[in-house]
T-cell receptor, first 116, second 109 residues
Framework: NAGVMQNPRHLVRRRGQEARLRCSPMKGHSHVYWYRQLPEEGLKFMVY????????ESGMPKERFSAEFPKEGPSILRIQQVVRGDSAAYFC??????????????FGSGTQLSVL | DAKTTQPPSMDCAEGRAANLPCNHSTISGNEYVYWYRQIHSQGPQYIIH???NNETNEMASLIITEDRKSSTLILPHATLRDTAVYYCNLIQGAQKLVFGQGTRLTINP
């Protein structure tokens, strides 16, 4: 059973371009979480999705950021018109059931986004 | 999630037991104590969790005080690869895992 797969591992974008980060959860996992880690800072929750639904997006910036988890395919974190401040490591995690059911998260290796 | 308090950093000699404390004085009855760690630049890794009883797995042991207001994560024979930031979290009825600042554990040769 493969772990949580994130790609690309490294992504370089110029200011104003779009960044698309992909996350394939573990097999059988229908709950996906995205986190951002700025350089030398802690992990910040961004969004929690369950197949085709956004459950909690309280950590998402109001503009330029969006996330989806379609019925088929990976979860996508999309950043439009990137700025240098978006440079960070973005981690995805998945679980088979909601956290409130005594579950644990499995994390991917992350995507390092660099904005030039 | 209820608040947890951890020391910002700790050192431990290789081969010795590393004991990482966590205070959670406002913990409620059904909140579980979870520990994760993040080795430099990698994704966080689940370590262990517990409710009331002490727990042990292949990675670590978790000791929870009787009043549940604090806990200790024990790495019995620390190696250099255990150098990481360790996070203590409380989860019950929460939809997301919120990370605090954690403890930066350095294992010294």
């Amino acid at each position: 059973n493969a772990g949580v797969m994130q790609n690309p591992r490294h992504l370089v974008r110029r200011r104003g371009q779009e960044a698309r980060l992909r996350c394939s959860p573990m097999k059988g996992h229908s709950h996906v979480y995205w986190y951002r880690q700025l350089p030398e800072e802690g992990l910040k929750f961004m969004v929690y999705l369950q197949k085709e639904n956004i459950i909690d997006e309280s950590g998402m910036p109001k503009e330029r950021f969006s996330a989806e988890f379609p019925k088929e395919g990976p979860s996508i974190l999309r950043i439009q018109q990137v700025v240098r401040g978006d440079s960070a490591a973005y981690f995805c995690a998945s679980s088979p059931y909601p956290l409130k059911t005594n579950e644990k998260l499995f994390f991917g290796s992350g995507t390092q986004l660099s904005v030039l | 999630d209820a608040k947890t308090t951890q020391p910002p950093s700790m050192d431990c000699a290789e081969g010795r037991a590393a004991n990482l404390p966590c205070n959670h004085s406002t913990i409620s009855g059904n909140e579980y104590v979870y520990w994760y760690r993040q080795i430099h630049s990698q994704g966080p890794q689940y370590i262990i969790h517990g409710l009331k009883n002490n727990e042990t797995n292949e990675m670590a042991s978790l000791i929870i005080t009787e009043d549940r207001k604090s806990s200790t994560l024990i790495l019995p024979h620390a190696t250099l690869r255990d150098t990481a930031v360790y996070y203590c979290n409380l989860i019950q009825g929460a939809q997301k895992l919120v990370f605090g600042q954690g403890t930066r554990l350095t294992i010294n040769p």
